[in-house]
């Protein structure tokens, strides 16, 4: 069975910091994903890394992909109060039938002025 | 181009009630999947459906149950509910049963007392 672990899972942080999430997988995958949630809201999409070494970058976030150790980064440069969600990766699989998504517990992140 | 809806928006029910929660997929979208995000976790994969039939089930006893109609839209039912059934229920659109990007609705909000 295919686990995702996450960590930290709650980050504060000071605005104008770096820091980096971490996420563990068990099993090979095709893809990785990372979400962003806000209170009560769904999933925001922000990067689908699909090989390995695969580098994404969008605003403040970077999000990284290494196979052969199963473990996907996001890094969070120079943090600002927006930033503040939680964040989840999900690491996609096909199966015989169709494909699902599995994801880690999620890593709850505060940037404080 | 629509995105992903889902209806209603929050409802309340009460133990050993049924429920049903709907989804539009995305304008093209053939394959819809449905996740449980109990408060505080990550989402959990009940099933996908692609054209009509179930494809891929996650670990949820089988009064979890669902519909696609012929227009890719979907419902999914929960029958004889529990406490534990109180979450936010998401539903996930994508091209076909294998496509990468999975497009997540705005989610249904299930308290149940």
């Known amino acids: 069975e295919l686990k995702v672990e996450q960590n930290p899972l709650f980050l504060s942080m000071q605005e104008g910091k770096n820091y980096t999430i971490y996420c563990n997988y068990s099993t090979t995958s095709d893809r990785l994903y990372w979400y962003r949630q806000d209170p009560g809201k769904s999933l925001e999409s922000l990067f689908v890394l699909l090989s390995n070494g695969a580098v994404k970058q969008e605003g403040r976030l970077m999000a990284s992909l290494d196979t052969k150790a199963r473990l996907s980064t996001l890094h969070i440069t120079a943090a600002v109060h927006d930033l503040s969600a939680t964040y989840f990766c999900?690491?996609?699989?096909?199966?015989?039938?169709?494909?699902?998504?599995?994801f880690g517990e999620g890593t709850q992140l505060t940037v404080n002025p | 181009e629509t995105g992903v809806t889902q209806s209603p928006t929050h409802l309340i029910k009460t133990r050993g009630q049924q429920v049903t929660l709907r989804c539009s997929s995305q304008s093209g979208h053939n394959t819809v999947s449905w996740y449980q995000q109990a408060l505080g976790q990550g989402p959990q994969f009940i099933f996908q459906y692609y054209r009509e039939e179930e494809n891929g089930r996650g670990n949820f006893p089988p009064r979890f149950s669902g519909l696609q109609f012929p227009n890719y839209s979907s419902e999914l039912n929960v029958n004889a509910l529990e406490l534990d059934d109180s979450a936010l229920y998401l539903c996930?659109?994508?091209?076909?049963?294998?496509?990468?990007?999975?497009?997540f609705g705005p989610g249904t909000r299930l308290t149940v007392t």
């Open positions: 999900a690491v996609g699989q096909r199966e015989t039938s169709g494909s699902r998504l599995t």
């Open positions: 996930a659109s994508s091209l076909s049963q294998g496509a990468f990007e999975q497009y």
